[in-house]
């Protein structure tokens, strides 16, 4: 995996609730991308009508044109990551970048085994039939019976598959509302994707024409055209993700310890060792024509307003145009809970982000939008765990222990308990040692903690639902 929400995907402002429609969608069996897209084609509108020869569209399809159509109606803004049947591609690499879908095939991964669970079958029937009717939109996140697990889900999803996107409300967390492209661009400096490039172009030509005037002004012979190094693409320093980059790089020093952590750092600063020369007071890094698109990368906001880490105000009304975007008091509390025990804490050693999700995941989540949590009682962990695995164990073979501890912890959330999953894989491990034919593990390894979990249908038998809060 190579930071895949931020170097595969587009810039394509989604929904986390697509991965919803994903989920509902497929299955654990191996399929083609075209069969899957021919799935989802009904459930969306079909493209917009082009412009006849006077300039003008056609008649738009009607509001019910799909059952897409009818989820998105529902919401304000209307339009904004509104896919058509003719970008699906882009909602299957939506589903890779999260592994949702296997890479090739497209059967479900494990997480998404774990979100049909959450949704039940209601929730899935009505998508995978296209029931406009119904009352479930899987465009929100966090509303009807399964809220706080569905946002709490999402909300761990987003910090351990696309932590630059997390990181984002810590950015944020101290300014006022803001613009994509007025505040944080600073004039003309951060826009999206080409732009960003030419921009950047343009400045640093005109940095070198002023080189070039006063080599000439020492007597040298002006060139007629400006000269452009198309290796020292100047980057903007206001970009929302390089500074979320910077923001845990400068906390971490050579001390982080991050899955992938050698691909953001190559991401972000450039693959091959940069050379930094300053023109005329703009910073340029040697790293080759193509790599001032790492320093570009659009950020995924639309992603924090689905969990309300971000407020969206549409302000432009229904004129396409982006929005303004604030945080709110859950962006600052989650920016203090995760500045002071994962940024600065002294309590996670090299910034484990796996350890710090384990051991403070729920209560990170539960912090953020107010929850109050209990502890669990002595027989409670187990119950849950066996709980869990009922629900998302495969049909046949064993479970991975990820997937059956996050849906235990979420199953504890919902009945108002807090129950970390680094609590359940300890509990899994001794309960393992002491009901050997009862609690099966295999595979896995003791330096990373990850094994595959299976549990004896005469224990299943003992479960007992906690109750709800």
Known sequence: MKLPIVTTYSNLQLRLGYLKVLAAVGDRSPTTQESFERKLQPLFPPPPLKANLLGKAGTPPPADASYMAQMFSREKPKRRGLLNRNNLHELIILGKAFQFLHPVNCSL???????RAIMGPAAIKSIADGNSNSAYNPMTIGEGDSSRMERAFFFLLILSADLPTALIACVVAGTTSFHLQDDFKKGSELVEGDNAVKNSKNQLTKTVDVAVMNT??????RSSKPIVDESLTAYSPNNILLKAYNLIAR?????????????????????????????????AMRMGKQSSFRHHAAPRIEFLVDLHLLD?????????????????????RFESFFNENFLTSTKVPKLNLSQFLRSSGMKCFAATYQIELRDPTADEPLQFLLQSYQTVKREIGTTPMWTTALMASLLALDAGVLLET????????????????????????????E????????LLKTVTKPPSS
């Open 251 to 283: 906390t971490a020093g050579n001390e982080l310890s991050i899955t992938n952590w050698r691909e953001w750092k190559e991401y972000f600063e450039g693959a091959q060792s940069a050379s930094t020369t300053s023109l005329g007071g703009h910073k």
């Open 451 to 458: 094994f595959l979990i299976g549990i004896s249908p005469e």
């Open 312 to 332: 969206l105000s549409d302000t432009t009304g229904e004129d396409g145009e982006p929005s303004y975007y604030a945080p709110n008091d859950n962006t600052r």
């Open 216 to 221: 000439q002004a020492r007597g040298a012979k």
């Open 422 to 449: 680094e609590k359940l894989y300890s509990l899994a491990s001794s309960k393992a040692q002491e009901e050997r034919a009862a609690i099966r593990l295999s595979g896995g390894s003791r330096f990373d903690g």
């Open 109 to 115: 991964y494990e997480i998404s085994v774990v979100l």
